[in-house]
């Protein structure tokens, strides 16, 4: 008997009728009356279950009493159309193994649980519907990730997670070192000696994967990283994780405006793709927790997004009249309630602002003629705010030289290579993964939408 798993019984539904089928999974419910019990079985290919029925007759009261909640059965029997509402087939149950029974203490017993109970019972969680299918549609996205740049010719680069630049600029670094904290190798001056350190140098772990990633640009072309990446800042924001997934896309001879399509392109073709092949899943998450979810999702894939500058963007925030809890003014980073009341209140779309002060962004970016403001570009969505940050690299040395200076960074000379020999135009952005998933999820917290959140004073499992 060939091994079908319950999404392609189900798929193949009354084709199947009158057919042995063979299914293993865990059981969501069993409920019924003293002729026969139904078993709701789900086995995580799909949000949808099983229904398998016991007749009495042949399995004895006490031969089911260990189905419960939470236990893990093997059936086989015959498919056949249901009389029952609620699904087109089920399963006349002929034989029965237990692999293992749940007793009464199993967490999940009940449905409704709250997000903040599911999250200290993280390692089972995977096992409720919510989170079944938000695993589910977060590999479906990973994959049109890889799908997306693979077909337009772009190469998987990967960039390493140790690194010894501390000049990445995006956050404060997790530090990795062998070194025995309790007695720690000092220079005559009292600092530590990182020469006696694993590396010979002080090192840490990645906050972005870009500065490499244009090194792959500037010889392969169209490069693109995917990986994790980690920030030690103490933000307990629903939108801030300490280990995330970065896509970092970077584009030898790509202009800002090339950029910004490319981000508008990747962003509807990822949540199409979801539309299209986690539907049941989505559906779902709509109908439980955010109704408005699919019509958001459509929204987004169906209109063009709005291309603004900062100094635009200012511009409508002091003259909207809100109070907001920090105050706007040309100059300053603008916090996620600057951002949503443009997406969601202003333009009732998704915003990609660009040209910012070159004070509140990175070194590496492109300035303009203006002298004060850089091509950065920041795509900001409903619900999330930023959920991209990119921009033209300044390709012109002394110019780059100039801001390297300005900053203080050193050990910067790999990096300015790509500028000294053979030097061109290029672009690139950062799309936070688990951003991605929560917005195409509708999920309210991104601790929720990767298995084993980290975030401060988190490190369960
Ligand atoms: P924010 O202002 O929201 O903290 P950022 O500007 O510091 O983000 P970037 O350095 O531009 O972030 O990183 C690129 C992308 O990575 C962001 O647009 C966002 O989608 C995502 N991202 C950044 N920090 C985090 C984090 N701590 N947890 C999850 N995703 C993040
Ligand atoms: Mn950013």
Redesign the pocket.
């Known amino acids: 008997m060939k091994k079908l798993t319950i999404k392609e019984i189900l798929k193949e539904g009354e084709n199947l009728a009158g057919k042995e089928v063979d299914v293993k999974g865990w059981v969501r419910t069993r409920r019924g009356n003293k002729n026969v019990q139904f078993v709701a079985l789900n086995d995580g290919s799909t949000i949808n279950n099983l229904q398998i029925v016991f007749d009495l007759e042949k399995f004895p009261e006490e031969s089911l009493k260990n189905i419960t909640t939470g236990s893990s059965i093997h059936v086989k029997g015959n498919l056949v159309a249901s009389q029952g509402a609620g699904q087109s087939v089920e399963v006349q149950a002929d034989k029965l193994e237990i692999y293992g029974t749940a007793p009464a203490d199993y967490p999940l017993q009940k449905k409704g649980h709250t997000m903040e109970f599911l999250r200290e019972k993280a390692h089972l969680r995977p096992r409720t519907n919510t989170f079944g299918a938000v695993m589910r549609i977060r590999h479906a996205l990973a994959y049109a990730i890889h799908k997306f740049f693979n077909d337009k010719g772009f190469f998987y680069f990967h960039t390493p997670l140790i690194t010894a630049s501390d000049c990445e600029g ?2 404060a670094q997790f530090q990795v070192t062998t070194l025995p904290l309790n007695e720690l190798p000092k220079n005559e001056d009292g600092s530590i000696d990182y020469s006696k350190d694993f590396f010979g140098k002080m090192a840490s772990l990645t906050v ?1 994967g870009q500065l490499e990633g244009e090194l792959g640009a500037t010889a392969l072309g169209l490069i693109y990283t995917f990986g994790p990446t980690f ?1 030690a ?1 103490n ?1 307990n924001t629903p ?3 300490s280990e ?1 997934w ?1 896509i970092e896309p970077e584009m030898a001879f790509y202009e800002i405006e090339d950029n910004m399509d490319l981000a508008e392109e990747f962003i509807k073709y990822c949540i199409n793709y979801a539309l299209e092949h986690c539907y049941d899943d989505i559906k779902f998450l709509n109908d439980h927790f955010d109704h408005d979810l699919i019509d958001r999702l459509k929204f987004v894939v169906n209109n063009d997004f709005v291309r603004l500058p900062y100094t635009e963007g200012i511009k409508i925030l002091e003259e909207s009249g809100k109070k907001f809890e920090f105050p706007v003014h040309w100059g300053v980073d603008l916090a996620s309630e600057h951002e949503r009341y443009l997406v969601e209140e202003h333009f009732k779309k998704p915003v990609i602002l660009t040209d910012y002060p070159k004070e509140i962004k990175a070194f590496y970016m492109k300035l303009n003629d203006d002298g004060k403001t850089v091509r950065a570009m920041d795509v900001l969505f409903p619900k999330i ?5 990119g921009s033209q690299r300044e390709e012109n040395y002394e110019k780059l030289i100039g801001r390297i200076e300005e900053m203080g960074l050193e050990g910067m000379e790999w990096y300015l290579d790509t500028r000294k020999y053979g030097t061109v135009p290029h672009s690139g952005f ?3 993964f ?2 991605l998933v929560q917005f195409v999820t509708g999920m309210q917290n ?1 601790r929720d939408v990767i298995p084993f959140p980290r975030y401060p004073k988190a490190c369960e499992y």
Request: net charge neutral; charged share 25%; no cysteine.
């Open positions: 995006a956050g972005s920030r800042e933000s939108r801030h994780l995330f970065m705010g930023e959920i991209i940050g950062g799309l936070g688990e951003r991104i």
